[in-house]
């Protein structure tokens, strides 16, 4: 069964990128969508977007002009980056992997990301 | 484009059924998929494609889609059971995931 586990720094300041990175385990990038969702601390669920094995990517609109994902073949990984970042990016950040029929099969654990001078 | 509502809460006693509801205009023609998130956990799908349940997910868990309106049951409900879920469906018209606002299902 495939495991999700993201990496990265846990609180970032105010305007900085937040970069997170997920780790694939027991499974292939191939044929899947990999993404992101954030859960602000007591909001509900984000969609941030995903990114395809081949690498085209999909945001949300109200993040799409600060968003990156991409996926690294060689490391079995898949990475976000969000730019110029706020306060109200603090978030659980969640990876997961999305199947064709855009559901989300795999969830990695979450990590809380704050922002914060 | 979609927007998915739910009821911020459900109370169910130990053994009740539960019923999470989730609606919205023009769904009744999109697959809704079903998420537990447990605090602390990594959150799991229980029902996909408005009644599918994945391997592993107990025969309890039930869901149904009726027009804009998409269920999730959870019969004999159990202490483990306490946690928030979360429909979602993929909308094509913009290619979007979206998700409802969550319900928090309290087990008295």
């Known amino acids: 069964q495939v495991q999700l586990q993201a990496s990265g720094p846990r609180l970032v300041k105010p305007s900085d990128t937040l970069s997170l990175t997920c780790t694939v385990s027991s499974g292939s990038l191939s044929s899947f969508y990999w993404g992101w969702i954030r859960q602000p601390p007591g909001k509900g669920l984000e969609w941030i977007g995903f990114?395809?094995?081949?690498?085209?990517?999909t945001y949300n609109p109200s993040l799409r002009s600060r968003v990156a994902i991409s996926v690294d073949w060689t490391r079995n990984q898949f990475s976000l980056k969000l730019a110029a970042v706020t306060a109200a990016d603090t978030a659980t950040y969640y990876c997961t992997r999305e199947t064709h029929s855009h559901l989300l099969d795999s969830w990695g654990q979450g990590t809380l990301v704050t922002v914060s001078s | 484009s979609n927007v998915l509502n739910q009821p911020p809460s459900v109370l169910v006693a130990p053994g009740q059924t539960a019923w999470v509801t989730c609606w919205g205009d023009n769904i009744g023609s999109k697959s809704v998929h079903w998420y537990q998130l447990r605090p602390g956990q990594a959150p799991v799908l229980v029902i996909s494609h408005d009644r599918d349940r994945p391997s592993g997910i107990p025969e309890r868990f039930s869901g149904s889609h009726s027009g804009n309106t998409a269920t999730l049951t959870i019969s004999r409900v159990e202490a483990a059971d306490e946690a928030d879920y979360y429909c979602q469906l993929w909308d094509s018209s913009t290619d979007h995931v979206v998700f409802g606002g969550g319900t928090k299902v309290t087990v008295l």
């Open positions: 990114v395809f094995y081949t690498g085209g990517a």
